[in-house]
């Protein structure tokens, strides 16, 4: 087997387990935390390769067609980052007291920029591929301006953080990387994904796995003060994430458009929570990285639930033509 067919099968055979493989890498970072602690600095460049690999896969003439709906762009964004976040908020206070970090990972959660292993979910369920590269691309290029304006709403001074050095985080991680990709796509004519994707699509995957291990690493030292707080920790993040869902699927119902409410439901559900362990670790205290850990573990198994139920909506609804719909 050359080495382009091996990759493109390890590629597969990743996204098809990914559900296990994520939570595995969280369980290994925890385990080998001594020995991987001391790479922990290495988490951001592994992330923009992450983004830069994501980036490869959308030209300017994706993102020109989506930016001719901007309805469908704020209501998403409307829905991900001040529905979301004011529920995250309300919940987590009455649960923790709104002083907690518990309370600031909750939100921290539905801040940060729509998930990159969206679009691979939004394809499997036969929602719009264009719509949600151009929704994660642009939400991740406006997150260095709506992550501090978020925090600041949400925590006025009582989170004391100065918004230049999260801006220029999220400018490294996420905007340079994208800009580099989506530049790379035009010069190329579009092509350049098929050409490197053997290459390029198993080595993001195993960054990816890089940055849950070694986030997991950093946050080992406090696992024993969570024992206690699990019980009810646990629990706020699955209904957290799983209403993030939720607030996408109703919240887009009126269009009577299927394949846009698959899109917009899991684009509000799913989101970079690489970034989110970044920033919570480097700008709040551990404990605040806690519950975006946790919506790794949710956030996958979820998603897999929301892909049959969507599946099993589309199919009672239409019957036989919804199914058109569902991948």
Not at 11 to 19: D, G, V
Not at 161 to 167: L, N, S
Request: aromatic share 10%; with cysteine; hydrophobic share 55%.
């Amino acid at each position: 087997m050359g080495m382009r067919e091996w990759g493109l099968a390890f590629n597969r055979y990743f996204e098809k387990w990914m559900f296990l493989i994520i939570p595995g890498s969280l369980v290994l970072g925890f385990l080998f935390a001594d020995m991987l602690s001391p790479m922990v600095h290495a988490v951001p460049y592994l992330f923009a390769f992450v983004t830069l690999t994501m980036a490869l896969g959308c030209g300017l003439g994706e993102l020109g067609g989506v930016l001719k709906r901007p309805g469908i762009m704020g209501l998403t964004l409307i829905l991900a980052h001040l529905v979301s976040p004011a529920a995250a908020y309300l919940g987590g206070s009455a649960l923790f007291g709104a002083d907690s970090p518990y309370v600031v990972g909750l939100v921290l959660f539905t801040i940060i920029p729509l998930g990159v292993s969206t679009v691979l979910w939004v394809s499997m369920s036969g929602g719009s591929v264009p719509l949600v590269l151009a929704l994660v691309v642009l939400d991740s290029l406006l997150s260095p301006l709506v992550v501090p304006a978020a925090i600041h709403l949400f925590f006025g001074t009582s989170a004391h953080i100065d918004a230049g050095p999260i801006m220029l985080d999220l400018v490294v991680l996420i905007v340079v990387p994208t800009v580099i990709g989506v530049a790379l796509n035009e010069w190329s004519k579009g092509k350049i994904q098929g050409q490197t994707k053997p290459y390029t699509a198993p080595l993001s995957k195993l960054c990816f796995v890089g940055v849950v291990s070694l986030n997991a690493a950093a946050i080992s030292p406090y696992v024993d003060q969570l024992k206690q707080d699990m019980l009810v920790l646990v629990p706020a993040v699955i209904a957290l994430v799983g209403l993030c869902y939720a607030f996408g699927f109703v919240g887009t119902a009126f269009l009577r458009d299927s394949k846009l409410q698959i899109t917009v439901s899991y684009a509000t559900g799913m989101r970079n929570i690489s970034l989110g362990i970044v920033l919570a670790l480097g700008y709040f205290s551990p404990l605040a990285a806690v519950p975006v850990v946790l919506s790794i573990l949710v956030q996958q198994p979820l998603a897999t639930v929301h892909h049959y139920v969507l599946q099993k909506l589309n199919k009672d609804k239409t019957g036989v033509s919804g199914s058109a719909h569902v991948g």
